[in-house]
């Protein structure tokens, strides 16, 4: 085995039960540093983050600079052009929001891509497999389903798709499905987007050195862009490749470490776009390969998703998850893991060197994304197979001549996830009556104050999963549904919140409505670009009556705790501007005091959408949004004032013991 020689054994290491209180992630860290291979966690020790950087006060817009101002006295200095810190913010923040958006309209974009190709029949690897979902998503914009074939419905659905990505004028098709008082208050502001690629254009062209200097006007155009991912690009990528693959209903998984299993070929995906992941499950249960893998030895091929592409999957097939973004190079410590094959987005360019230490072989397979030192095996959709069979070929020749020490970590827990938008209207009112009556129901009579998004990443600024999981038990405990999208999901699972059962860690009013439903109190709905499902659901909850007139009426909040992505930045603007008030943990890329921070922490919501928060303790973020909550229900006419729970260490030691 090659060690990575990068940890220096005299300087003292962080425990690490204070970096993660994910079991298996601590012992594997525990055994990297034996062996002298680092991982993120002890990067992240390492790496202090530089203080102006964290704040957003420096920029590198032009080569008159880079330009370094004062955070902690903000308004002493401007750059050389005369920017001013606002100035200097907001143009950072909205190339973040360029760069997330980006990432996932470029995903939706390919879903959209594939499914032309599968529509006027070049492609026939897949085949549109939800014919229901591809119906109602066409009603949704217009466009007539009745007695027209699946191949004229789906042909005018992407034509008018495309339009989320290249219209250069207009609005995109799903505003269509924006509550109208909403989408009144974005025409008001001038915020409804064209095209993403307008919008993404638009941006980078305002954030250009001498162009927009005003944080106002910028924050206009953060929110068009936000919007165009939220409503357009990540939409887009949700509802096609339901229509491809399947809408999610409830299943049981497996997930964690534990489910790698020593006597088999294991592989793992990473990434985001489910096509890959689709044809490796077939390529996995052709009888050839396996009966290659146990030729070599094994007893089996075991395939398991880590990420989003973890997430995308099994809420549709129920493939095991083995772990969120913080474990993804943890888990090749194991020693187990055959082959790690990636697409795009949240790959580690440190997944290399792990993976080299253990012999795993790490495979790029997107054009766009390339790893110097990985093995590329490029996914073609005309041909997926190829791709998928020679990343098994792979695998077993590596499980033939394993050489490193296999230590598994036993930890494996249950969940249920896979709680589309559609089932949930299915299981709240059954198949003749489905709607969200009895949730808007049972938020007017109180029983559930409110509904939270808890979504996002893993961060090592912050111990990984405990802020997550933390966060969610005083939310339920306070009578609060939670939806999850991405690895936050995975955080909760681990900690068996995604069951029916923990139904007994929620409040009497949400514990009641869970336990008649049989539903789990946290419900994990998709991977990253899936918080679009969130959307469609406040704009289903709207719809429904009851609750106010538009997204900012409901008693709602969003919160990505661990966050550490562009994406995730994105996703909070795009949350924000609907109207949502959407805390964020970690940090926060914004000095406190300044203008901009006041415009997009309170200002925003003045103007009818939702605004920013930030906090890193969890419980002060469940604070937040649980009196953010409370404001929204008594606007609402819906309550007398209701205290928060707070958890007392009692109430922690029997929900730990739980
Ligand atoms: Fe400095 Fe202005 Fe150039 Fe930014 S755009 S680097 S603030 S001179
Ligand atoms: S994978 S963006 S770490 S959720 Fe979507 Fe997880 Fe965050 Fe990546």
Redesign the pocket.
């Given at each position: 085995m090659e060690i990575q020689k990068k940890i220096d054994k005299d300087k003292p290491l962080v425990p690490t039960g204070e970096l993660t209180t994910c079991e298996a992630t601590q012992k594997m860290i525990a055994k990297g540093r034996l062996e002298g291979v680092e991982t993120a966690f002890d990067r992240a020790v390492n790496m202090k983050a530089c203080p102006i950087g964290a704040e957003s006060a420096c920029?590198?817009?032009?080569?008159?600079?880079?330009?370094r101002l004062n955070a902690k006295d903000p308004y002493s200095k401007?750059?050389?052009?005369?920017?001013t810190i606002d100035?200097?913010m907001a143009?950072n923040f909205a190339r973040m929001i360029a760069a997330g958006g980006a990432a996932h309209t470029d995903h939706g974009m390919s879903m959209l891509d594939l499914f032309r190709e599968v529509v006027n029949g070049k492609i026939k690897d897949y085949a549109i497999k939800d014919i229901q979902k591809l119906e109602t998503v066409a009603q949704s914009i217009g466009i007539a389903t009745e007695g027209r074939s699946v191949k004229e419905i789906a042909t005018d659905l992407y034509e008018q798709l495309e339009s989320t990505y290249t219209a250069v004028d207009g609005e995109i098709p799903f505003a269509k499905r924006v509550p109208p008082k909403t989408l009144e208050t974005w025409r008001k502001n001038g915020v409804v987007p064209r095209g993403a690629m307008r919008e993404i254009m638009e941006i980078m062209h305002r954030s250009h050195?001498?162009v927009d200097q005003d944080y106002t006007n910028i924050t206009r155009q953060c929110s068009r862009t936000a919007l165009a991912d939220g409503w357009g690009g990540s939409m887009v990528a949700t509802e096609i490749s339901d229509i491809l693959f399947g809408t999610p209903s409830p299943v049981s998984i497996e997930v964690n470490m534990g489910v790698l299993k020593e006597d088999q070929v294991n592989i793992i995906i990473h990434g985001h776009e489910p096509n890959l992941f689709e044809s490796m499950i077939e390529s996995v249960n052709a009888p050839t390969l396996i009966e290659a893998a146990k030729a070599a030895g094994a007893r089996g091929i075991n395939l398991a998703g880590m990420c989003c592409s973890g997430a995308e999957v099994l809420v549709r097939h129920g493939i095991p998850h083995a772990g969120n973004f913080m474990s993804t190079e943890a888990i090749l410590i194991t020693g187990a893991v055959d082959a790690m094959a990636v697409d795009v987005q949240c790959i580690k360019q440190g997944l290399v060197k792990v993976a080299e230490c253990y012999g795993t072989h790490l495979i790029t397979t997107n054009p766009r994304c390339r790893i110097e030192g990985a093995v590329h095996v490029e996914f073609n959709d005309h041909d997926p197979k190829k791709c998928t069979d020679e990343i098994v070929i792979k695998a077993i020749s590596r499980f033939k001549n394993r050489k490193a020490k296999v230590e598994i970590p036993r930890n494996i827990n249950v969940g249920v996830h896979g709680f589309s938008h559609e089932y949930i209207n299915y299981m709240l009112g059954g198949t003749f009556r489905g709607s969200y009556t009895p949730l808007n129901d049972n938020i007017i009579n109180g029983r559930i104050r409110g509904v939270a998004g808890v979504v996002g990443c893993t961060n090592p600024r912050v111990k990984q999963d405990w802020v997550h999981v933390e966060l969610v038990k005083e939310l339920i405990q306070n009578d609060v549904l939670v939806l999850q999208t991405g690895c936050a999901q995975i955080a909760l699972a681990k900690a068996g919140l995604t069951t029916p059962e923990a139904a007994h860690l929620a409040g009497p009013g949400l514990k009641e409505v869970c336990e008649t439903v049989g539903m789990p109190p946290v419900l994990g709905i998709g991977s990253c670009v899936d918080n679009s499902r969130i959307l469609i659901a406040a704009a289903e909850m709207v719809k429904t009556g009851g609750l106010g007139d538009s997204i900012a009426d409901l008693p709602v909040a969003g919160c990505a705790p661990e966050y550490m992505s562009e994406k995730a930045i994105c996703i909070g603007q795009y949350f924000v501007a609907s109207g949502v008030y959407t805390v964020f943990g970690v940090t926060f890329p914004i000095v406190e005091g300044t203008k901009f921070h006041k415009h997009l922490f309170a200002e925003l919501e003045t103007m009818g959408f939702g605004k920013w928060g930030f906090a890193v303790d969890p419980h002060d973020i469940a604070r937040l949004m649980i009196a953010h909550i409370d404001k929204k229900r008594k606007a609402l006419g819906l309550d007398k004032a209701r205290e928060r729970i707070l958890m007392d260490m009692s109430d922690r030691r029997s929900i730990d013991a739980a």
């Open positions: 920029c590198k817009h032009c080569f008159m600079g880079p330009c401007v750059g050389v052009c005369g920017a100035t200097i143009r050195m001498g």
